[in-house]
Antibody, heavy 121, light 107 residues
């Protein structure tokens, strides 16, 4: 059974960089049938797609965050990571990592439990 | 960006009721439409993908239909565990976007 687990600081100061890692177990991150994604959800709001990365390292991002976000993958550790720079209170959210099926219709079929990140001084 | 809307934003229903939720896209997304269920404090869980295909392990009382810009999620007979928030999501073009959600509450 595939499992995804997010890890990282739960509190980040304004203007600093948020860094999270998603550990994948029960399946290989190098499987070409899947892509790997980050999704966040602010309190009381719908989920927001942040970005998706392939095992090769190619990534694409939500344009609303593109200037501040970076994804990377470590196939040797079966994990992928998110960095978001210059954070503000608006970046406070539960951050989820998820698996996206490829090809059509690219649904998110497995999700991590999520980790709450609060931006506050 | 493709904007997603859902109606109603919330509804009250009783166990055994038939419930229908509508999702609309601001442009055609063919059948690149997925539905998720989310319970408080939990991650979203995939119910339906490609507009009408039931995810493995999801009960058959859930069904989806539609194409283009209008889609529906139907729960044929509501069970207590179905009280949750439901989101549609388009995967046709980036940025992938979610609808604002429909909360199904107990009447």
């Amino acid at each position: 059974q595939l499992q995804l687990q997010e890890s990282g600081p739960g509190l980040v100061k304004p203007s600093e960089t948020l860094s999270l890692t998603c550990n994948v177990s029960g399946g290989s991150i190098s499987n070409t049938a899947y892509h790997w994604a980050w999704v966040r959800q602010s309190p009381g709001k719908e989920p927001e797609w942040i970005g998706t990365i392939f095992f090769s390292g190619k990534a694409y991002y939500n344009p609303s965050l593109k200037s501040r976000v970076g994804l990377s993958v470590d196939t040797s550790k079966n994990q992928f990571s998110l960095v978001l720079s210059s954070v503000t209170a608006a970046d406070t959210a539960v951050y989820y990592c998820a698996r996206r099926v490829s090809p059509f219709p690219y649904q998110f079929d497995y999700w991590g439990l999520g980790t709450l990140v609060t931006v506050s001084s | 960006d493709t904007q997603m809307t859902q109606s109603p934003s919330s509804l009250s229903a009783s166990v055994g009721d038939r419930v229908t939720i509508t999702c609309r896209a601001s442009q055609s997304i063919t059948t690149y439409l997925n539905w998720y269920q989310q319970k408080p404090g939990k991650a979203p869980s995939l119910l339906i993908y490609a507009a009408s295909k039931l995810q493995t392990g999801v009960p058959s009382r859930f069904s989806g239909s539609g194409s283009g810009t209008e889609f529906t999620l139907t729960i044929s007979s509501l069970l207590p565990e179905d009280f949750a928030t439901y989101y549609c999501q388009q995967s046709y073009s980036t940025p992938f976007t979610f609808g604002p959600g429909t909360t199904v509450e107990i009447k």
